[in-house]
């Protein structure tokens, strides 16, 4: 007789006893990512949201005010000075560092010796932003500063008195300078990569057809570069919402308050002023727009690709 006709069960396969765990293996590969995103983001995110629509000011138990943090932002001269200083960091940052970046890639196509020069380029964007409004802070300091030194050396006696950090908008367009210096190194080697990568054949085919200069670059260059151009200028964008390091470096805000962005109103309201209530509200504002504002880019980014 078999083994089976003797009453005995014929045992499973052994990749039927093991297909429990082998279901359960990729969601144990993704457990810790899991956790670390609600723990880190998702929780703080939900935390924060909650904060502010609260009196909270880290001393007493919070107490529920619904709108008010938010009405109290939208009449207050501050929210909107910062609100508009914020939007001309965002326009800057996009505008100065892309572009300038996107015309040294260009122009270090076909330089000999561009190795140096990228390099040279690139060393700015390893500093932190704090070590790099101190340096500049230096270079703009009205008494001894470098540049008031160099107008005064080149004639230009009533500029070298100028007090850069210390009137607005000046100060402003001072830290915009040094936002630019330190963050046209990224946005160069994103530009590079671009230009390395691009397919040759209709690069030679516009040279055939005479395509040249401005009008190369116009017409065949900038439509292949159009995906590279649109992360630089997203990740500029977002970094223009929420800049802070450099310009609590160089100005802390000041004078009076006059070069704060929001990021910079969110910190002072909350670890300074323990307006916490508020300091939440503000990032919440700030995250809706960085949000409605990638929203939108991208989709009209994508709506120009879909057409071409």
């Given at each position: 007789m078999t083994v089976t006709q003797q009453g005995r069960t014929p045992a499973r396969p052994t990749s039927a006893r093991r297909r429990p765990a082998s279901t359960l293996a990729p969601y144990l590969f993704v457990l810790p990512a899991v956790f670390f995103v609600v723990v880190f983001l998702l929780a703080p995110m939900l935390y924060t949201f909650w904060?502010?629509?609260?009196?909270?000011?880290?001393?007493?138990?919070?107490?529920?005010?619904?709108l008010r943090n938010y009405a109290e932002l939208f009449t207050s001269s501050n929210f909107t000075l910062s609100l508009r200083n914020t939007v001309i960091w965002v326009v800057a940052s996009v505008v100065l560092p892309v572009s300038l970046a996107f015309a040294l890639a260009l122009a270090l196509?076909?330089?000999?010796?561009?190795?140096?020069?990228?390099?040279?380029l690139y060393l700015p964007s390893t500093l932190a932003a704090a070590a790099a409004g101190v340096l500049f802070s230096f270079i703009f300091d009205p008494t001894s500063g470098v540049l008031n030194a160099a107008l005064g050396a080149l004639g230009f006696d009533s500029l070298s008195r100028t007090e850069w950090l210390f009137r607005s908008p000046l100060n402003t367009m001072a830290m915009i300078a040094t936002y630019t210096w330190q963050s046209v190194g990224a946005n160069l080697m994103i530009f590079l990569i671009g230009l390395q990568s691009?397919?040759?054949?209709?690069?030679?085919?516009?040279?055939?057809?005479?395509?040249?200069?401005?009008?190369?670059?116009?017409?065949?260059?900038?439509?292949?570069?159009?995906?590279?151009?649109?992360?630089?200028?997203?990740?500029?964008?977002?970094?223009?919402?929420?800049?802070?390091?450099?310009i609590w470096v160089m100005t802390q805000g000041g004078p009076a308050r006059s070069s704060e962005t929001l990021a910079v109103t969110m910190y002072r309201e909350g670890f300074i002023l323990f307006h916490q209530g508020v300091s939440a509200a503000i990032a919440v504002v700030i995250s809706l727009i960085a949000l409605a504002f990638s929203y939108f880019y991208l989709r009209n980014v994508m709506d120009k690709e879909s057409h071409v």
């Open positions: 904060q502010s629509f609260t009196d909270a000011d880290g001393l007493r138990t919070p107490n529920f005010v619904g196509e076909r330089v000999v010796g561009g190795n140096f020069f990228r390099t040279a691009l397919p040759r054949e209709p690069l030679e085919a516009a040279k055939i057809d005479g395509a040249s200069g401005l009008k190369f670059t116009r017409l065949i260059t900038l439509p292949l570069m159009t995906p590279y151009v649109t992360i630089a200028a997203l990740m500029a964008a977002v970094n223009g919402f929420k800049v802070f390091d450099l």
